[in-house]
């Protein structure tokens, strides 16, 4: 059974960084389909923040988000990251990390373009 566990969420002052990780398991190596970031803040739409494709690692950013996170992938610890920089109190959401279906390279921006999901994690960004 695939499992995505999330950590590294909490509260940080505007300005401050955090560092996100996605743990998977349950499947083969991450390398081999796409992955992303989506977020979740009070009474919002999840929406798209990063994604990275399987095989040549292209990634891709909400234009909100552009310049300030960086998504990254370690092959060898099946882990997803997403190192957030610079934030504000607008990035405040519960962060989820979600893979698409085994074999699919290809980042997509739609949610219901991924198959598996964590249960997501908190950031919390203070003005």
């Known amino acids: 059974q695939v499992q995505l566990v999330e950590s590294g969420g909490g509260l940080v002052q505007a300005g401050g960084s955090l560092r996100l990780s996605c743990a998977v398991s349950?499947?083969?190596?991450?390398?081999?389909?796409?992955m992303a970031w989506f977020r979740q803040g009070p009474g919002k739409e999840r929406e798209f923040v990063a994604g990275?494709?399987?095989?040549?690692?292209?990634?891709y950013y909400a234009d909100s988000v552009k310049g300030r996170f960086t998504i990254s992938r370690d092959n060898a610890k099946n882990t997803l990251s997403l190192q957030m920089n610079s934030l504000k109190p607008e990035d405040t959401a519960v962060y989820l990390c979600?893979?698409?279906?085994?074999?699919?390279?290809?980042?997509?921006?739609?949610?219901?373009?991924?198959?598996?999901w964590g249960q997501g994690t908190q950031v919390t960004v203070s003005s």
């Open positions: 990275i494709s399987g095989t040549y690692t292209s990634t």
């Open positions: 979600a893979a698409r279906a085994e074999g699919v390279v290809v980042v997509t921006y739609s949610r219901a373009g991924y198959a598996y």
């Open positions: 349950g499947r083969r190596q991450i390398s081999t389909y796409a």
